[in-house]
């Protein structure tokens, strides 16, 4: 095939923060496409822990290397978005059942706003497939460890925000 287009592949969410489990989810996508677009959706209706450009800044100093990882920030249609930027695939993560059913819809409803778009659905590593941003957030406040379920950069912020709060027990 000559001069393939470079396949870009959207992949959205709230990433409040990020966690292994996205990561997961992005390093799988770099197998497949040439360029994964992390897209933060911002959305002033849901309460968020991180600002958009704490979670902008995390994930672009997550990814600071690797130059197949792109960072940014939509509203409105993710249809619209997607053709915008010139991608042709989004991506999700498939973590268990209870995804299904909102996934699927998600998707037919993308795919009749759009066709040229596929949605693509990815798995995790088993030791993620229990992990949430919102669990992540959880278990952080309540002064639990979250050591290796997400990026360092993130546990660092997470410590700036509850500085009281130690990663182990609290007596
Ligand atoms: N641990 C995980 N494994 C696989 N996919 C995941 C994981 N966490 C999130 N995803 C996927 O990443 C995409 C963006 O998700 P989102 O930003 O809502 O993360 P979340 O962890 O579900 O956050 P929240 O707890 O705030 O709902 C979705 O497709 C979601 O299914
Ligand atoms: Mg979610």
Redesign the pocket.
């Known amino acids: 095939m000559k001069g393939r287009q470079r396949t870009l592949a959207v992949?959205?969410?709230?990433?409040?923060p990020i966690?292994n489990?996205?990561t997961?989810?992005i390093e799988r996508g770099l197998k497949v496409f040439d360029e994964v677009l992390v897209a933060i959706l911002v959305n002033p209706e849901k309460q968020s822990l991180f600002t958009i450009d704490e979670r902008l800044a995390t994930i672009r100093s997550a990814y600071r290397r690797n130059k197949r990882v792109r960072v940014d920030t939509f509203s409105g249609l993710l249809a619209d978005y997607s053709v915008r930027v010139g991608a042709t695939v989004i991506v999700?993560?498939?973590?268990a059942v209870s995804?299904f059913e909102y996934?699927f819809q998600m998707a037919l409803m993308n795919r009749r706003l759009d066709k040229r778009i596929e949605t693509v659905f990815m798995m995790?590593a088993e030791r993620?497939?229990y992990?949430?941003?919102?669990?992540v957030k959880e278990v952080f406040q309540l002064g639990g460890d979250v050591g290796g379920l997400v990026p360092a950069v993130v546990e660092r912020r997470l410590r700036a925000k509850y500085p009281r709060r130690p990663t182990g027990r609290q007596r």
């Not at 992949?11 to 409040?16: E, T, V």
């Not at 992990?131 to 669990?135: A, C, D, P, Y």
């Open positions: 992949y959205p969410g709230s990433f409040d966690t489990g996205h997961d989810i999700r993560g498939l973590r995804d996934e995790p993620y497939s992990l949430s941003s919102r669990l």
